[in-house]
């Protein structure tokens, strides 16, 4: 049949199973907005108030519920404005297809009004795009980005598609998505026995789960062996929730503000398994001296980071799922150990510690913990609370933490947070930020309110941007240059005049009661927690140092630490 190219883009997007996507019209883009109008019974479209709020809002989606997420945009500043979200999902393998429209082929290469070369711009923070000026290659195209976004190492693809285009006719025939297989090629009998043997044969192992565990769906088959050996289980960012936060052997997050129980761990095991995590600077410190005397066994999909950031003994190179099933097949259960009495050992005697007596950062993310049953789906912008929120709430399922780990984009989380909800209308969903990040995208607010999500952003302001000050406190001498957010923006107010309900909170007293009437809400509502200005998230290894040199507050009022 003959379809318009606009009508044929939604047709493939249905094809791929799409229901749902995030954008903001303009004229280049306008074909397809109004192709969009004809099949609104299929298709639902969530007006975001930016285009990166679209993208951050694609992303958060697509982390949630393990679908692709699809964004759009017109061309020239329309277009621009998704990278911030392009290369935040990029750089956290997240399954996003962005379409942008540019001017009509006998415009391009002429400066014409909003022209921009979007899948040049985009080329470094894709793992592919295109730019589509036949219209007979378009279906073939669509359906190539959803396919090449989500096999493999998952991760964004854009498809820019010129206005012309939209508005030619060409022959359509529907087609079926490509079978997806998980990716096993370069897994070899070799590279699994010799896993199982190293695992057999280790005495102190340790785990470490990252967000390819996430992605692969991988989480039944960690817990089976961790269980199975009896192996203490440390993860990052990106790995929450691929192994239960509630349970005995696992010891938190590792690195720059992982727990002590698991940077000492980390240093002190004989084999460290790394699940489907790249060896960000962040985990890892000093590479010379991480994970000094254990070998290190590497499971990713990625052939390119191995050996990339840390020389590995050895490594799996496949799908982390299927991976680790072929591998559990050999290892041989053990019914108790030794080291992993020593390790949660660690754990009792260097707890997480804040000040109980007054409203914190820590003492929000426990009440909220403790209200939810940590049953909500937690998004997060990037700073102290940030941390804060991976180290006090206890994720006990995959894609339930979202976040920028990264690239560490201030104001991803409420985009992303649209995006849950979006996808998962019946959970909770609730999104951390800090002042300096809600200013970022605040205006999204008003996206939630249209759109109808009644969903939590609990705003710890401490009016500071607190991570920076943090750094600035510790290592430049108490030089605030900048960082300092002490004005008369009022968040409750700018919160209820875009529709949403808002509350401000000042004591510990008047916590729980705020986080009730917010968590009960059926609108969006805005907590405003102040909290004081000079708080820090412990413990910390300063960039470049060695992760067991990790210090907390009580070693620097005992001077134990120099930083």
Same mark, same amino acid.
Not at 14 to 26: A, I, M, N, R, S
Not at 125 to 131: A, D, E, L, R, Y
């Given at each position: ?184 090629? +370069?897994?070899? #009998?070799? &590279? *699994? @026995?010799? =896993?199982?043997?190293?695992? /057999? ?93 254990? +070998?290190?066994? #590497?499971? &990713? *999909? @990625?052939? =390119?980071?191995?050996?990339? /950031? ?254």
């Amino acid at each position: 049949m003959q379809l318009t190219g606009s009508e044929i883009i939604i047709e493939c997007m249905l094809e791929q199973g799409v229901d749902t996507v995030f954008g903001y019209p303009g004229g280049a883009i306008l074909n397809v907005y109004d192709a969009l109008y004809q099949y609104r019974d299929k298709i639902h479209h969530v007006l975001t108030s930016h285009e990166q709020g679209a993208s951050h809002a694609a992303d958060g989606y697509a982390r949630a519920t393990g679908k692709v997420g699809v964004c759009l945009a017109t061309s020239g500043p329309g277009a621009t404005n998704l990278v911030t979200g392009i290369a935040t999902a990029y750089m956290d393998s997240i399954p996003v297809v962005a379409i942008t429209c540019n001017v009509a082929n006998p415009l391009l290469g002429k400066d014409s009004f909003q022209e921009v070369d979007i899948a040049g711009i985009v080329m470094p923070v894709t793992k592919h795009s295109f730019i589509v000026k036949d219209i007979n290659k378009l279906a073939e195209t669509i359906r190539r980005a959803f396919y090449i976004a989500k096999s493999g190492r998952p991760g964004p693809v854009l498809v820019d598609v010129p206005k012309d285009v939209t508005a030619a006719k060409a022959e359509y025939t529907p087609s079926s998505p490509l079978p997806l297989e998980r990716e096993t090629g +370069k897994l070899t #009998q070799e &590279d *699994v @026995d010799r =896993a199982v043997s190293m695992i /057999n044969e280790a005495e102190k192992p340790f785990i470490y789960v990252g967000g390819g565990a996430v992605l692969s769906d991988a989480y039944q088959e960690v817990r089976e062996l961790a269980l199975r050996r009896q192996i203490p289980v440390c993860d990052s960012l990106m790995g929450k929730g691929a192994f239960p936060g509630t349970h005995p052997l696992y010891t938190g997050m590792v690195g720059m503000h992982g727990t002590k129980a698991s940077n000492l761990g980390v240093s002190n095991c004989d084999l460290l398994i790394v699940l489907g995590a790249r060896f960000s600077d962040r985990v890892t410190g000093n590479t010379k001296t991480f994970a000094r005397n254990a +070998k290190i066994l #590497q499971l &990713d *999909v @990625d052939a =390119a980071e191995i050996n990339k /950031n840390v020389i590995v003994d050895a490594c799996v190179i496949g799908d982390l799922r299927e991976s680790l099933a072929r591998i559990l097949k050999g290892v041989k259960p053990l019914a108790h150990s030794d080291w992993a009495d020593e390790v949660i050992a660690l754990k009792e005697k260097y707890p997480l510690r804040y000040d109980h007596s007054v409203l914190t950062g820590p003492a929000v993310i426990e009440k909220l913990y403790e209200l939810t049953k940590g049953e909500a789906i937690i998004s997060t912008d990037v700073g102290q609370h940030q941390m804060w929120a991976a180290q006090y709430y206890k994720y006990t399922m995959p894609r339930t933490f979202l976040t920028s780990g990264g690239l560490g984009t201030m104001g991803y989380g409420l985009g992303a947070a649209i995006g849950a909800k979006t996808g998962c209308p019946d959970r909770t969903v609730v999104n951390i930020a800090g002042d300096g990040c809600f200013r970022m995208n605040m205006n999204e607010i008003a996206t939630a309110v249209r759109s109808g999500k009644p969903l939590v952003e609990i705003v710890l302001n401490n009016h500071v941007l607190g991570m920076v000050r943090q750094w600035q406190t510790l290592f430049y001498g108490g030089r605030y240059s900048h960082t300092v957010l002490n004005d008369k923006v009022d968040f409750v107010k700018v919160a209820e005049a875009m529709g949403a309900r808002a509350r401000r909170v000042t004591t510990l007293e008047e916590l729980a009661p705020a986080l009730e009437e917010a968590l009960s809400s059926e609108f969006p509502f805005l907590l405003d927690c102040w909290i004081d200005q000079d708080l820090s998230v412990y413990p910390m290894v300063p960039a470049g140092g060695n992760i067991d040199d990790a210090f907390d507050e009580e070693d620097l009022k005992n001077n134990e630490q120099s930083v």
